[in-house]
């Protein structure tokens, strides 16, 4: 069972959370990057779609709409922002299932996923759960399935970089830098040279946001984190 104490709120504290959407909107330019992360996702009809991370439902409430014969899940261990999601997607009129839990619990959800995919999330989470949640993204997936990931990656810019530094006290420097400094690319580019290259990338007044994407293919092997 997720405890509070065990995870980032999505501001940094508990008591920003309503502040969530607002910020993300503006100081992400977020319609940019999501618009394409939508698009590298191409959700198709009858797809199982995992949402790691879901926050307040905003990327579920896309894939949802783009594709409402799909069966979209999102999972996330803060409770009191999963309640968020539930009431924005109640408002939006689209079903969408809530679970809670860890990026590491991604893969024991008794879900059949065509899709794991997450976004801004790795970026606030130790090492240690960046590794183990992607490795469980890799392992919810069927064979043939596809794992994307949108989040603040290698700052390869000063400028970047030094906006990037601001969320880096939000959401913890020991979090936030090894994101920085590669750690994504290394993580997945680890299981696939390929899915090691962003597929796009976004500059925003919060630092730049990196877009992957990783197809499985029927060796499960080839694919693990090391
Ligand atoms: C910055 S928000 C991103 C929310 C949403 N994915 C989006 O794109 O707007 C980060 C989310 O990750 C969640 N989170 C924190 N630690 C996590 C972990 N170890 N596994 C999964 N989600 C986590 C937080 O509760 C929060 O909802």
Redesign the pocket.
């Known amino acids: 069972m997720a405890r509070s104490s065990?995870?980032?709120?999505?501001?940094g504290w508990r008591s920003l959370t309503p502040l969530?959407d607002g910020t993300?909107r503006l100081l992400t330019r977020e319609r940019r990057w999501?618009g394409a992360f939508l698009a590298q996702i191409s959700t198709g009809a009858g797809e199982t779609i995992l949402?790691?991370?879901?926050?307040?439902g905003?990327?579920a409430i896309l894939m949802k709409r783009a594709a409402p014969q799909a069966r979209v899940v999102g999972?996330?261990?803060?409770p009191e922002?999963l309640a968020r999601a539930q009431a924005k997607a109640e408002a939006a009129g689209v079903e969408i299932e809530w679970r809670r839990?860890?990026?590491?619990d991604a893969a024991s959800l008794d879900l059949q996923v065509d899709k794991a995919v997450?976004?801004?999330?790795f970026h606030?989470?130790p090492t240690a759960?960046k590794r183990a949640?992607i490795a469980a993204m890799i392992d919810a997936v069927r064979p043939g399935g596809e794992v994307h990931i949108?989040d603040f990656a290698r700052q390869r810019r000063w400028l970047m970089r030094t906006l990037f530094s601001v969320v880096g006290l939000v959401?913890g420097r020991a979090n936030t830098r090894p994101n920085a400094l590669g750690a994504l690319e290394d993580i997945l580019g680890g299981t696939d040279p390929l899915a090691g290259e962003a597929n796009g990338r976004f500059a925003t007044p919060l630092g730049e946001i990196s877009l992957f994407s990783l197809h499985k293919g029927s060796d499960d092997a080839a694919l693990a984190v090391t």
């Open positions: 065990d995870f980032v709120p999505a501001l969530y993300v999501r949402d790691v991370g879901c926050g307040t905003s990327l999972l996330d261990p803060d922002i839990g860890f990026a590491r997450s976004s801004l999330v606030q989470v759960e949640g949108a959401d």
